[in-house]
């Protein structure tokens, strides 16, 4: 048996406390020093850089999020205690909580901060596979002579590192495939850090739900649910040829899973898709200019993650969402890539615009896709639009401006509708 003490990083023999430093956050494991596949998720990641930024909030219950229609985007562990969970409506949030300090994103701290965390984890490895900004997959495998320790002691200086330098916590998971990796890495949070061994995969699945599958949400767990799989042990029971029958391609990979296999490679070049936002109305709105308003406020998020994350996108998309749920999607494909607020704002109200009076409406997003470096972005002019070039250079200007003092130093007027 193997064991590390996670706070001086001593490799030790296991014990309750450190002989060390006297930590009692030891980790123990048959497998825990030739194990290489990590999942890393920071803890409540923007609620956590809200109050690292800001320590009256320390012991209060955070919830990043807004309007009484809108959702939670993340909550902090205060929060979660009292029941308040992701995409929770804030209703909902406000009779579970109602002491609950909620604060608006600000996708560009968190953007920084997460570029902080990349930084560190590429120089353990460059096979860093980012799922969003908060969470990523790391190989750590054949790194051992290069760091003088085996890839779990070197992931347990990560999320050290990231305390102490960053001021934000995170949980890792060890394992030997990226599905348990991820797996594990929810196990233990926050500050957790959880492993799965070879030996073990089977024995650790064969209760286990099958909600515990990425990728297996609400509408997926009732179709399963329907054909009598709840756990893994369930789905060991089937054919593959049944599966693959029953439920097409995922059935396969289910087939798969249930015994724990996972032949994905940790991709540093998996492409991002698409970078959207969108914001749920107070009240149901077929107002131009209420629209118009958020409409700018949302191609502004959107430019300011695409900028922060070296993006830009050839399609810009419209979302738009009716009481009765029924949704409208639009896209329009430019001539150049873009990552500039203004253009992406342009085309989607052009894209409004077409879609006409159908409201009223209690959701409204916008986005980009077709994603590409910001380096083949927003190269040539509009003959058609002699102005652009202009705005452009303003939009340029009021992002220094915004950098240095803030983002609510210089708005635009149809912001503040």
Not at 221 to 226: D, M, N
Request: glycine share 6%; proline share 5%.
């Amino acid at each position: 048996m193997h064991a590390l003490c996670r706070d001086c990083l001593s490799q030790i023999a296991p014990a309750r406390r450190c002989p060390h430093c006297g930590s009692p956050r030891i980790k123990a494991h048959e497998e825990l020093f030739s194990l290489s596949i990590a999942h890393m998720d920071c803890d409540a990641f923007y609620a956590s850089v809200e109050k690292r930024d800001n320590p009256e909030l320390a012991d209060k219950p955070v919830v990043i999020g807004g309007g009484k229609r809108g959702v939670v985007s993340t909550a902090c562990y205060v929060a979660r205690i009292r029941g308040v969970r992701s995409a929770m409506p804030m209703f909902q949030v406000m009779k579970l909580c109602p002491d609950a300090v909620v604060i608006k994103p600000r996708m560009q701290a968190y953007a920084e901060v997460s570029r902080q965390v990349r930084a560190m984890m590429d120089e353990l490895t460059p096979d860093v596979e980012p799922l969003s900004l908060d969470e990523a997959f790391m190989d750590l495998g054949g790194t051992q002579r290069l760091h003088g320790a085996p890839p779990a002691v070197m992931l347990a200086r990560l999320v050290k590192r990231m305390k102490d330098e960053i001021g934000i916590t995170g949980s890792i998971g060890l394992s030997h495939n990226k599905f348990l990796a991820k797996v594990a890495s929810d196990l233990d949070k926050p500050r957790g850090y959880s492993v799965i061994g070879k030996a073990e995969t089977s024995t650790f699945l064969q209760d286990k739900p099958v909600r515990l599958i990425w990728g297996i949400g609400p509408a997926a767990q009732a179709s399963l649910e329907k054909a009598g799989i709840r756990t893994f042990a369930d789905l060991l029971r089937w054919d593959r040829r049944d599966l693959s029958t029953r439920f097409g391609s995922t059935g396969e990979r289910l087939w798969h899973l249930a015994r724990g296999e996972d032949r994905r490679r940790v991709s540093a070049n998996a492409p991002m898709k698409s970078i959207s936002n969108e914001t749920t109305f107070f009240e149901d709105t077929a107002s131009t200019e209420v629209l118009d308003g958020h409409l700018w406020r949302l191609a502004e998020k959107v430019s300011d993650r695409a900028k922060a994350k070296q993006q830009a996108g050839r399609v810009v998309t419209l979302k738009l969402k009716r009481a009765d749920h029924t949704a409208l999607t639009r896209r329009l494909s430019l001539r150049d890539a873009t990552q500039m607020a203004d253009v992406i704002y342009r085309t989607a109200r052009d894209l409004l615009d077409q879609v006409g009076n159908q409201g009223p409406y209690r959701l409204l997003g916008c986005g980009i896709s077709d994603l590409v470096p910001e380096t083949q972005a927003d190269i040539t002019g509009d003959l058609l639009d002699p102005l652009a070039t202009q705005r452009a250079k303003a939009e340029r200007a009021t992002d220094s401006i915004r950098e240095r003092f803030g983002a609510d130093a210089i708005r635009k007027g149809r912001a503040l509708r």
